[in-house]
């Protein structure tokens, strides 16, 4: 059964569409982007999401205290970290979260594939990060890039996929049954191939929606 995050989330309208439409997780981005949202909006809209719907932060070399912050308000529910974030780095977090909520704070670790790499030393790198304290991977062809990378360079059989790993990079209506098929991940991905002008769309979403819904 496979989940689907939708990120960017920016608007109350964003919150809306994905009450109604409900994908397992929403995606709230701290980084600079055209999505980044501060910790007022992401208050706000964290309040309106469905009890149904995990809210995750988004966070490129953040200092951590405003993960936990973020974390201990109730605000975000999961890090999702896209910099140069290392193990003892998410080890510290955990430890900081357990201390300011009495909770450990679940981290999505992302991993970006460079169709410049060959295959064997691009999976020997994944396999550096079987036993990491992460919770989840996700894979990405860059920070909200909106393109796919090379899908046949991951070896779909190593060790790695004992991970629960988030598919994402140009991900849409198109090419996303393939990409299921093809990883059989935990979870999917989305944010530019589901708006229109740079906002979130309702059509594309329960478009995307619909066909997610063939594999949950």
């Given at each position: 059964m496979v989940k689907i995050k939708i990120c960017?989330?920016?608007r109350l309208e964003d919150i809306e569409m994905a009450n109604n439409y409900k994908p397992d997780y929403i995606g709230f981005v701290f980084a600079e982007s055209p999505r980044k949202v501060s910790y007022e909006q992401a208050r706000t809209l964290s309040n309106s999401l469905s009890e149904e719907i995990v809210p995750v932060g988004v966070f490129v070399n953040e200092h951590m205290k405003?993960?936990?912050d973020l974390f201990k308000d109730g605000i975000i529910e999961i890090a999702q970290l896209h910099g140069d974030e290392d193990e003892n780095y998410i080890n510290d977090l955990k430890d900081k979260s357990i201390e300011e909520?009495?909770?450990e704070i679940p981290v999505i670790n992302a991993i970006e594939i460079k169709d410049t790499e060959r295959n064997?030393?691009?999976?020997?790198k994944l396999l550096e990060w079987r036993d990491s304290a992460s919770d989840y991977f996700i894979l990405d062809s860059g920070k909200g890039s909106?393109?796919?990378?090379?899908?046949?360079?991951?070896?779909?059989n190593s060790e790695f996929f004992k991970n629960?790993?988030?598919l994402a990079g140009g991900l849409n209506s198109e090419n996303l049954s393939s990409a299921i098929e093809e990883f059989n991940p935990f979870a999917v991905d989305l944010s530019s191939s589901v708006e229109t002008d740079g906002f979130k769309d309702e059509e594309k979403i329960m478009e995307i929606m619909k066909i997610v819904d063939n594999y949950r």
């Open positions: 960017g989330m920016r405003l993960i936990v909520t009495g909770k064997n030393d691009f999976n020997e909106g393109k796919t990378f090379d899908w046949s360079l991951i070896d779909k629960s790993i988030f």
